[in-house]
């Protein structure tokens, strides 16, 4: 089974900082799909980015990027120059290929952006 | 992306009631997700609904609990039955969409059971 690991609970950065989030995943797969997604205290989930396994290219979405190591099953997302409508809870998320297209999540990250 | 509304957006219940929640999307999709996310938890996956077929629960949850309805390639519903605090949590539903079929989600329902 798909399990996706995100090792840090909370993390704090500066407004105007980068942060960096780390996210690992452990799958058979060859193709599949990689998510970011943040959930503010609204509640609402908010797809941040996304990724696909087979594009070396790592994906960018404005101040929003990923860094993609296929071969070391890494997906961290990282903020450049973070605002306070940043501070959310981050949760990763893997897709495999066709089948359920069912979404697994990993725990989530608490970020904290200090004015 | 699609655009995804759910009924209630929240309630407070009595143990022993049941509540059905509703989905509505603004385009037609063939499955169509329920999640529920407990307090301070991530979110876990309770079952996919199809249009015209049973649902497919996850492990650890049963119709008999979480009955769900698929009437039509737009609308679903989850039904929490004979709840018990343990059931207070968000329950999102989210579908598929776009060039990538990335997953959207509903604004949530929150739910207090007492």
């Known amino acids: 089974a798909q399990t996706v690991t995100q090792s840090q609970p909370e993390m704090s950065v500066q407004e105007a900082e980068t942060v960096t989030l780390s996210c690992t995943y452990d799958?058979?797969?060859?193709?599949?799909?990689l998510f970011w997604y943040k959930q503010p205290p609204s509640r609402q989930m908010i797809l941040v980015i996304r990724?696909?396994?087979?594009?070396?290219q790592n994906a960018t979405e404005n101040r929003f990027s990923v860094n993609f190591q296929k071969a070391a099953k890494s997906f961290s997302l990282k903020i450049s120059d973070s605002q306070l409508g940043d501070a959310a809870m981050y949760f990763c998320?893997?897709?495999?290929?066709?089948?359920?297209?069912?979404?697994?999540f990993g725990k989530g990250m608490k970020l904290t952006v200090n004015p | 992306s699609a655009v995804i509304s759910q009924k209630p957006s929240r309630d407070i219940c009595q143990r022993g009631t049941s509540l059905t929640i509703q989905c509505q999307v603004d385009?037609?999709?063939?499955?169509m997700f329920w999640y529920r996310q407990q307090p301070g938890q991530s979110l876990t996956l309770i079952a996919t609904?199809?249009?015209?077929?049973?649902?497919?629960?996850e492990s650890g949850f049963v119709i008999d609990k979480f009955p769900i309805s698929r009437p039509n390639l737009t609308f679903s519903t989850l039904t929490v039955s004979n709840m018990s605090p343990e059931d207070s949590s968000i329950y999102l539903c989210?579908?598929?969409?776009?060039?990538?079929?990335?997953?959207?989600f509903g604004p949530g329902t929150r739910l207090l059971v007492l």
């Open positions: 385009s037609q999709v063939t499955m």
């Open positions: 990724q696909e396994a087979y594009k070396q």
């Open positions: 998320a893997y897709r495999r290929l066709g089948g359920s297209e069912k979404l697994v």
């Open positions: 799958t058979s797969e060859s193709d599949y799909y």
């Open positions: 609904a199809n249009q015209g077929s049973e649902a497919t629960y």
């Open positions: 989210s579908v598929n969409s776009g060039r990538l079929r990335a997953q959207y």
